[in-house]
């Protein structure tokens, strides 16, 4: 069973940039997408970002896109997510997750995330 753990949040100010980790142990599998999304206090969990194990194709949610970037490591079986020029509304925990489709059906249990603070 595949189990992830994410790290590199912290609190920045508007523009300024982080790089989120997201460990895996076990095996990752072609069919696999690995996700990110994040949630804020009161709010859903929303999807944010996306890559497919077996390539490099991504996927991101429109107020991300040109802004963040997903990447992999395959060798060591981490993603990062690059988030550059942050907003104050990119504040959020965000989570790493497994599906089989870019945007939905995670079948992970949720792990404890990475909280992403940015300040005005």
């Known amino acids: 069973q595949v189990q992830l753990v994410e790290s590199g949040g912290g609190l920045v100010q508007t523009g300024e940039s982080l790089r989120l980790s997201c460990a895996a142990t076990?095996?990752?599998?072609?069919?696999?997408?690995v996700q990110w999304f994040r949630q804020s206090p009161g709010k859903e969990r929303e999807f944010v970002a996306s890559?497919?194990?077996?390539?490099?194709?991504?996927y991101y949610t429109d107020s991300v896109k040109g802004r963040f970037t997903i990447s992999k490591d395959r060798a060591e079986k981490i993603v990062y997510l690059q988030m550059n020029n942050l907003k104050p509304e990119d504040t959020a925990a965000y989570y790493c997750?497994?599906?089989?489709?870019?945007?939905?059906?995670?079948?992970?249990?949720w792990g404890r995330g990475t909280q992403v603070t940015v300040s005005s």
């Open positions: 890559i497919r194990w077996s390539d490099n194709r991504s």
């Open positions: 076990g095996r990752l599998y072609s069919s696999h997408v």
């Open positions: 997750n497994v599906g089989t489709n870019p945007y939905s059906d995670s079948f992970l249990r």
